[in-house]
């Protein structure tokens, strides 16, 4: 079963239904003592950094995921949620993250080499290029997905990025480091593709826990 | 890069999809999840539904329209049309839509477009123009009301003052090109989209694959929205697709 971390802010039904279209059992929850029964999170997010860190932190999730995590649960961010799993975001002002991954978020500059004016947020659907090999994106082709958002991420480690696209510089948009991953943009609205990298994550949670 | 949209439009009366010529003349095109799951499969990028229902009951049966969508949908949708107050767009945004489009409300009070960037992120905020030429000034003049009433207000102005407000895309409908099938009206495309940092979707006046490719080099677009050719099968998302990646147009 995968825990959704519901702590108020993400499209929690698009993520959940494409779950369901997997057959893939979860649940919606805030509350700890359940999502410590799930085999993985997944934690969406839409809206600002310093908001989320802030509910996250006086609900105690912040602490429980990390906790989670050190004891080896895998876990997924998605958009605003993979921002969250870096140390720090200069959104309204510098806000700490989670700081599951090195890394901080940053604004698209909107101005690109030669001082022309490019559109922020990075909106739409873009190509992703493949940098590793990962249980993510196991057999699959680069392809496009869809995206939204104004910051990225950079400083991060290089070995973490597993796939990343094009817009005015190199936009990390999969990564991963041991069991701890993210999609800057939205795989339960990018078609096929998305389908896929979603059902990767999920197959791997799976493989997980044969493991064990 | 990003690739250009292809946007096919819903316009949805008491849950059933209908089109109309320069907003008049209805005429009934289908079931609204049917046709969103056709246009998912033909490599639509993203779906756009206005909400025309008049009464009570056709604007609650859009919300189970929109929860419908979202649950067989993986691609994202915006919905627009009568949404007048921030209940009203945490209501859709709720039942799974990705963005709401405000028209008419947010002339009558732009503080709204603030309300719901703020609340909701500029992301989930698309501000829609109808925008018709004006001789007397020499400009584009701004349409209320589905293209009713007239307004002293100019649309690129009126675009600026959105995007400042919170508008994170506006959805640009020309009156005098739409239902025509002649093309976009590139010039006003291209006037707005120069004006403003966010994706600018053009609407109105698709007639073929040309008119697509006009309107993302010359009109500056970012997307295009087109409602009665897909809907009556003049043309396909694919095959327009085909077209524009001929032209050296990046698409999905």
């Known amino acids: 079963m995968i825990g959704i971390v519901d702590y108020g802010m993400g499209n929690l039904f698009s993520v959940s239904k494409a779950l369901e279209r997997m057959n893939v059992p979860y649940i919606i929850s805030d509350n700890k003592e359940q999502l410590a029964h799930a085999e993985a999170l997944i934690l969406p997010g839409v809206g600002a950094f310093r908001d989320a860190m802030k509910l996250l932190n006086e609900t105690g999730l912040a602490s429980f995921i990390t906790e989670q995590v050190q004891k080896g649960k895998p876990i997924l961010g998605i958009c605003l949620g993979m921002q969250l799993l870096f140390e720090e975001s200069e959104e309204n002002g510098l806000h700490k993250g989670l700081g599951l991954l090195n890394g901080r978020a940053v604004h698209f500059s909107g101005k690109d080499q030669d001082g022309s004016s490019y559109k922020v947020p990075h909106m739409g659907w873009n190509k992703l290029d493949f940098h590793k090999q990962s249980p993510l994106t196991e057999e699959l082709k680069e392809d496009h997905v869809y995206f939204v958002h104004s910051y990225y991420i950079t400083e991060h480690e290089r070995d973490t990025l597993i796939a990343s696209a094009d817009y005015f510089g190199e936009v990390p948009a999969v990564v991963g480091k041991e069991k701890v991953f993210g999609m800057q943009f939205h795989p339960e609205k990018s078609g096929d593709l998305g389908v896929k990298l979603l059902q990767n994550y999920t197959r791997y949670v799976k493989s997980m826990e044969v493991l064990k | ?252």
């Open chain 2, 1 to 252: 890069m990003l690739a250009k949209r292809i946007i096919p439009c819903l316009d949805v009366k008491e849950g059933r999809v209908v089109k109309g010529i320069q907003f008049l003349e209805l005429r009934d095109a289908g079931d609204p999840v049917e046709l969103a799951r056709a246009y998912d499969e033909q490599g639509a990028d993203e779906l756009v539904f206005l909400d025309i229902s008049a009464s009570h009951e056709g604007r609650e049966t859009m919300v189970d329209v929109v929860q419908d969508v979202a649950s067989e949908l993986a691609i994202p949708f915006t919905v627009g049309g009568g949404i007048k107050t921030l209940q009203d767009m945490k209501r859709l945004l709720r039942a799974g839509a990705d963005k709401v489009s405000l028209n008419t409300s947010a002339l009558l009070d732009p503080q709204l477009i603030k309300a719901g960037a703020d609340y909701f992120g500029s992301q989930c905020i698309v501000v829609a123009i109808d925008a018709k030429w004006d001789e007397s000034i020499g400009t584009w003049r701004v349409y209320t009301h589905g293209g009713r009433n007239p307004l002293d207000k100019e649309a690129v102005a009126w675009a600026k003052e959105a995007v400042d407000l919170g508008a994170g895309e506006i959805l640009l409908t020309s009156m005098d090109s739409d239902g025509e099938k002649k093309g976009f009206n590139i010039a006003l495309t291209k006037a707005i989209s120069e004006a403003v940092s966010v994706p600018v979707i053009a609407s109105g006046g698709a007639g073929q694959s040309e008119d697509f490719t006009e309107v993302f080099t010359d009109g500056k677009a970012d997307a295009a929205l087109a409602a009665s050719i897909f809907h009556y099968k003049e043309t396909s998302i694919a095959e327009v697709k085909a077209h524009l990646k001929e032209e050296g147009v990046n698409v999905r």
